[in-house]
């Protein structure tokens, strides 16, 4: 696989970025929604077009084997903004809601308002937590939300200003409804607009800022403008596959966009971009998922089957990169696993923001000075409540996996259904050796039992509510 250069990281460089800078850096956390890991320029593919995500690698520090904390979105996009595993999060946030229940009048609602106040509360339990933005704030930080936000209104997660100004409730019920859940206005980021991110850099120059940067791409629809297809209209792919990358190079171009604004207000350099994925997808060249039904395949809108909404490491792997012009020397690190666990811990610990003693993440701020640390992870474990079917939206499940340097195990609890791969030989998936490793998958049970333990998670407990 081609990659950029590996180089060696200036540890002088670094720390002088970290301890001299004229102010604090702002902060741009560029998710993508849907993006596989092996679909960028950077990380091997010859096929898709990523000029704006290939030169932040090029000069950044990148780690590509990070992991997502989900192989879906509103899960793992919680821990972004608050730092907390899914099922931490969803354990606090139940004991708040099942308060709130009890001061209500729940027995007298109908069962369609039981419904409505649920989805309710439950995204404005948000408000609740010490979010990203409330901490960043302490620092004199102003932040500011677009694109993708499962949580009702931008408030929710203490931010300034945002485009998610919460739900349209009149549309409960609806197919219309699953777009507001999604972020509402917020989803028109790139796809319709850049001028409220525009907009916001320009009247806040002078101080630090926050932006929440999370499009709704390369998700489906699968619509890019012929701008961004004629790219692929005469390369050797699958018809969904140029879908897809077209929705690619869209994403790309709007981060490219982005940095350029910044940097023609002089900014650039006091600027930190932060890219990660929200979660896998798979759709590789020559796999077609496009059919002649005016039905659309599960496939077309989420991918293969080992990508979005499974446990294989293509449905939770994402590349990592930390970009800070001149003040960061560019790395690219293949060996350390690093989870979206420790993105709220690096940002905070950057800004000079105590980190909360209660974060499982890591701060890696040392890594991203080229100092190796003995706290380096050497496995993660994770967890869904949900597994792909021919049901668009997937079934509910109870899914483990554990992921060292060498393996990746998954389990489903319910069935005991699993796989076992080397990923140094086979980073598909495509050779199962559990059968021959019993060794190997009864200690990785042992460790998922442990960790369950760890968690305080007594039973299989849905993390999308």
């Keep these: 696989m081609k990659r950029i250069p590996r180089l060696l990281c200036l540890t002088t460089l670094c720390l002088a970025a970290f301890g001299h800078a004229d102010r604090l850096p702002n902060i741009v956390l560029l998710i993508g ?73 729940w027995e007298r609602m109908s069962p369609r308002d039981q419904a409505i106040w649920t989805t309710v509360h439950k995204a404005n339990g948000m408000a609740s937590f010490d979010t990203l933005p409330k901490l960043l704030a302490a620092k004199g930080y102003v932040s500011w939300q677009g694109g993708k936000w499962w949580e ?11 485009m998610t100004e919460g739900w349209d409730m009149s549309l409960y019920g609806t197919d219309a409804f699953f777009h507001e859940l999604m972020g509402s206005a917020g989803n028109e980021l790139v796809r319709e607009t850049m001028e409220p991110a525009y907009d916001f ?35 050797d792919l ?9 929705n690619i190079t869209w994403w790309d171009e709007g981060v490219g966009n982005l940095m350029d604004h910044i940097e023609s207000r002089g900014l650039l350099e006091d600027t930190l971009f932060i890219y990660l994925s929200d979660n ?28 979005k909404g499974a446990l294989y490491d293509l449905s939770v792997r994402t590349p990592i990169v930390f970009y800070w012009k001149d003040r960061l020397a560019a790395s690219f690190n293949e060996t350390s696993l690093v989870s ?41 474990i994770g967890y869904s409540d949900n597994r792909r079917s021919r049901v668009a939206m997937g079934e509910r499940a109870e899914g483990y996996y554990v992921r060292t340097h060498r393996w990746h195990f998954w389990w489903y609890a319910g069935t005991d259904d699993m796989r076992l ?8 998936g495509r050779r199962d050796l559990s059968a021959a490793r019993p060794d190997l998958v009864e200690g990785f049970k042992r460790r998922i039992e442990a960790w369950k333990a760890e968690m305080g998670m007594p039973e299989a407990i849905p993390i999308y509510e």
């Design 33 to 105: 929604d849907d993006h596989g890991y092996p679909y960028f320029g950077f990380m091997g593919d010859t096929n898709v077009v990523t000029p704006s995500m290939d030169a932040l690698a090029a000069g950044g520090v990148t780690f590509s084997a990070g992991h997502t904390t989900a192989p879906y979105c509103r899960p793992s996009l919680r821990t972004l903004i608050t730092g907390l595993h899914p099922i931490e999060y969803q354990l606090r946030l139940n004991e708040r809601v099942e308060a709130q229940r009890a001061g209500s009048d």
């Design 152 to 162: 009702n209104s931008y408030r929710n997660g203490h931010f300034d200003e945002g």
């Design 201 to 235: 850099i320009d009247r806040h120059a002078e101080r630090p800022m926050f932006l929440w940067f999370g499009p709704m791409l390369p998700h489906v629809p699968l619509d890019a403008p012929y701008r961004y297809r004629k790219y692929y209209a005469d390369m």
């Design 238 to 246: 699958s018809e969904s596959a140029r879908m897809y990358y077209a």
């Design 280 to 307: 896998g997808y798979e759709q590789d060249a020559d796999v077609e998922y496009v059919t002649d039904s005016e039905v659309p395949s599960p496939e077309l809108a989420s991918g293969g089957w080992t990508g």
């Design 340 to 380: 979206s666990l420790d993105i709220v811990p690096t940002i905070l610990d950057i800004a000079g923001v105590e980190v909360p003693q209660d974060l499982r993440g890591h701060s890696l701020k040392p890594l991203l000075e080229g100092q190796r640390t003995s706290s380096e992870r050497t496995e993660l």
């Design 421 to 428: 791969y080397d990923v140094t030989v086979d980073p598909r």
